[in-house]
């Protein structure tokens, strides 16, 4: 199975004072102290030897966003942390998109949606039990997950605390990310961290995990050959569209998003019903597909369009969906394309299991 999850940023804080090292796999987000002398970093934090920045108003730590920050649609993140003070804002982490931070006690994180507005999840408005109050000086795990299309949640100590399900705009990219306080602040700042940061991980959405997956499947050197001759037709197909209408490439991709996005998060968001249908149906697609057992896929889409219609989620009726069917370049497009017929397993997947929508 594929992860959907990559490692953009990885802080540990060990090592030479103010060498602010990024352990991702793209080693591209390194940090830079902001008004944080030597003595601000500890050998120990939550366990010996596991390193620790001590943060006061002012201080920060900035995050040149390169390599991997952009796009992000999804994020995850997850901070080891000790506050000093029980009252105030503490800024965990600000990617300007979003900020990750405790508010008096409680833990909360925003995500800026303009032009359409904004999400805000507290465990104060959106807690799925008790309150919440955050620990002072005691080392605690807080972490959010933001899955880019229904869901956002909050976690302490890797169990969810907080939860909004709705429809979702995917989180928008940044070129800058700073830790321990907002990315820009007026002086003397008020929104700083008042303690102690032992460890920063962030991940976004793989933007290729779609495509992993579709070559993840097990096929013949036949089948292999046969796709990557198809794939060349379409890039000529698109070449030949964008010489036609320079407009249509790039309304095509926002259109085939759109539609994407619209059509899983109306299924993901209409009814908790509809939510875990959705989703273990997504999750045998996914082990069929792997395995490359194609032919237990068109029962699973059949299966899950004749649910998914019952609970009042119908593709054909979907705004962004139609758009997207209706418009000229898509039409066009589907006219230069060649037919996909040298992957007879494929071409009865399609046969069988597209027709239900």
């Not at 909050?154 to 399900?165: K, N, S, Y």
């Not at 008042?194 to 499947?217: H, K, Q, T, Y």
Request: proline share 8%; net charge negative; aromatic share 8%.
């Amino acid at each position: 199975m594929v992860d959907s999850w990559e490692l953009i940023l990885h802080h540990t804080y060990t090592g030479t004072p103010g060498v602010i090292f990024d352990q991702s796999p793209r080693r591209g987000s390194h940090g830079n102290a902001v008004d944080l002398a030597d003595a601000d970093f500890h050998t120990d934090g939550s366990t010996l030897g596991s390193g620790a920045v001590a943060f006061h108003p002012g201080a920060k730590i900035l995050v040149p966003a390169k390599a991997g920050w952009n796009p992000l649609r999804g994020v995850r993140a997850e901070v080891i942390c000790r506050f000093d003070t029980a009252t105030g804002i503490d800024v965990l982490l600000d990617a300007k998109s979003f900020y990750f931070y405790r508010r008096s006690g409680a833990l909360g994180c925003w995500f800026d949606e303009s032009p359409h507005q904004y999400t805000d999840i507290t465990t104060d408005l959106n807690g799925l039990g008790p309150p919440v109050d955050i620990p002072v000086g005691q080392w605690v795990r807080l972490g959010v997950l933001h899955d880019g299309i229904s869901t956002v949640e909050l976690f302490v100590d890797g169990v969810p605390v907080a939860r909004i399900i709705r429809p979702l705009w995917p989180v928008k990219p940044t070129d800058v990310v700073a830790i321990g306080d907002f990315v820009t602040t007026p002086s003397p700042s008020t929104s700083g961290m008042s303690g102690r940061i032992d460890e920063v991980r962030v991940w976004r959405l793989d933007p290729d995990r779609i495509d992993r997956a579709f070559i993840g499947r097990p096929m013949d050197p036949a089948a292999s050959q046969c796709w990557a001759e198809w794939f060349e037709q379409l890039a000529a197909a698109f070449e030949a569209l964008r010489q036609a209408n320079g407009d249509c490439p790039k309304r095509l991709i926002d259109l085939i998003g759109a539609a994407v996005h619209s059509g899983v998060a109306d299924a993901l968001t209409r009814t908790p019903q509809s939510r875990s249908t959705w989703l273990q149906a997504a999750a045998d697609y996914q082990q069929h597909w792997a395995a490359g057992d194609l032919a237990a896929i068109a029962p699973t889409l059949t299966g899950l369009a004749a649910w998914l219609q019952s609970e009042g989620v119908d593709p054909s009726q979907n705004p962004a969906i139609q758009e997207l069917l209706n418009d000229p370049c898509w039409k066009q497009l589907l006219s230069l394309v060649p037919p996909m017929t040298c992957d007879p397993a494929f071409t009865d997947l399609l046969s069988g299991g597209a027709g239900a929508w």
